[in-house]
């Protein structure tokens, strides 16, 4: 394919597809074939600056200010509709996009719609209050109000679902929102900024931009009128976002990176455990921040569950993530495959023992494919039971007691995801509550609802994400005070 027939995405600010101040563009890989297959244009601070600027303009817009809240819930539910059906082809964008499985892509495009109209549905359900106040002949109320302009910053890996999670409740509260895509493949959300559109909001109420860290999302997140961050990333980038955002101030949520403990215990469901690990760690090619990719098992127990995994992981099937035969797809980037091998070799040297896979798959057409891989861990020390993989290697450990196995899942830095499997249910409810994470499943793993909050604690971030507290971190309470007496207010410098 020639340059000239490549695809070319623009950005998307005040409702116009216009393309960088500095007319720079980036190419995207198809992970599949490690080939370019598209373009899109990089943000400038000028860029920024402007969707900026669209996104204030339209908070005292009467098109978006001036509708009612449930007004404001029915355009939400449009754009739901849309999402349902263009899921098809949106997904088929993201799997080129990243090497995502299409059966993947494709089904959550189609579920995310469930978070619009989730929060559609409380978008007129924010109320305020009145009080009982301690003052004679007053009377005093609150009134919510949409935070302001918010800058939404979303990776590759799960950019439909961290999306919503965020655009969603702002929407229903009343905000304007500027989307940080990825530089990493980006064209899904760019595609999904043309159903945006679609969907009828008015001008400047959503921007789509992308670029580098210089010109997109450093004046992003350091710009004076942001109010409100909302980011998902790693670690080290967060504490660069959470130093710009000393120039705006903005309330801000991080939802960072992970290394996910799971514990099977000896009275574990077999099958339901290593159906759990399966999907917990191989589930998106590892490419997830819940990815349960160190699993503590109970030694007497160790045998079996070993023998059956490896069995099962056996059968798994690498391949075209548009064939939908294929279990696991590419890994989105090189430098992932690299830090995976990097991390399989220090293993190694450490005493880890790799039971299966550890190597790349380059006969499936090119560098991006890397075999399912487990890892024996004799001690906890071996460097993969602490590096964010962020690919299909697992590494699995022994235990001996309870006490031991808490000690070990909370031996990280991290802090968002969490599994155990025992049919045990004292046992369950005990240990799900000693461990240091956001999330924990019990005899399951990486299932997510827009009902249900998502966040992490330690280095893994701070702030919550879906459920019904998520549209109260997205605006701010006015209080009125209005006095009733027909007397005039009292002289202030006579105390009474």
């Known amino acids: ?71 404001r819930g029915q355009l939400m539910c449009k754009l739901a509709d849309q999402l349902e059906l263009n899921s098809q082809a949106l997904g088929a964008v993201e799997t080129t996009d990243s090497g995502k499985l299409a059966a993947e892509t494709q089904s959550q495009a189609k579920y995310v719609a469930n978070y619009y109209r989730y929060y559609a549905g409380l978008a007129d359900k924010i109320e305020g209050h009145t009080f009982p106040i301690d003052k004679p002949d007053m009377h005093v109320f609150t009134k919510p109000e949409p935070i302001g302009v918010v800058a939404a910053v979303v990776p590759w890996n799960a950019q439909m679902f961290l999306t919503a999670t965020k655009l969603a409740p702002a929407l229903a509260a009343g905000c304007s929102v500027i989307i940080k895509a990825s530089e990493i493949a980006p064209a899904a959300i760019l595609e999904f900024a043309k159903l945006i559109q679609a969907a009828g909001f008015p001008k400047g109420v959503v921007s789509v931009i992308t670029g580098d860290a210089k010109g997109c999302a450093i004046p992003l997140t350091s710009h004076p009128d942001i109010d409100r961050l909302a980011f998902t990333g790693g670690p080290e980038t967060a504490k660069h976002v959470v130093r710009n955002t000393a120039n705006n101030f903005a309330i801000t949520s991080l939802e960072l990176g992970g290394k996910s403990p799971i514990i099977v215990f000896n009275d574990a469901n077999l099958e339901s455990a290593v159906n759990g690990i399966i999907a917990g760690n191989f589930g998106a090619s590892g490419q997830s921040c819940v990815a349960g990719s160190r699993v503590y098992v109970q030694r007497d127990f160790y045998p079996i569950l070993r023998d059956k995994l490896l069995e099962r992981t056996a059968q798994i099937c690498v391949g075209d993530p548009l064939d939908s035969t294929s279990h696991i797809g590419p890994l989105c980037t090189l430098a992932q495959v690299e830090t995976i091998e990097d991390a399989l070799a220090k293993a190694v040297e450490q005493g880890g023992k790799i039971l299966m896979g550890g190597t790349r798959l380059p006969d499936l057409g090119s560098d991006y494919y890397f075999a399912p891989t487990i890892v024996e861990c004799p001690n906890h020390d071996v460097e993969t039971l602490h590096v964010e993989m962020f690919g299909p290697v697992l590494s699995i450990a022994c235990f001996d007691t309870e006490e031991e196995a808490i000690a070990l899942a909370n031996d990280s830095e991290f802090g968002l995801g969490s599994g155990l499997f025992t049919e045990n249910l004292s046992k369950a409810l005990r240990v799900s509550q000693k461990i240091q994470s956001g999330i924990c499943w019990v005899n399951t793993y990486r299932a997510v609802s827009y009902m249900a909050p998502f966040g992490g604690v330690n280095q893994s971030g701070y702030g919550r994400e879906a459920g019904i507290q998520a549209i109260q971190d997205y605006i701010r309470v006015r209080t009125t005070w209005i006095s009733t007496s027909s007397e005039p207010m009292s002289n202030p410098f006579v105390m009474r």
């Open 1 to 71: 394919m020639s340059k000239l027939t490549l695809p070319h995405y623009s950005l998307f600010i005040d409702n116009e597809w216009v393309e960088g101040a500095a007319g720079n563009v980036m190419p995207t890989i198809n992970p599949a074939t490690g080939e370019k297959w598209a373009t899109f244009a990089c943000a400038e601070p000028e860029d920024v600056d402007r969707a900026v600027k669209a996104a204030r303009r339209a908070l005292s817009d009467p098109e978006w200010a001036g509708l009612s809240a449930t007004a």
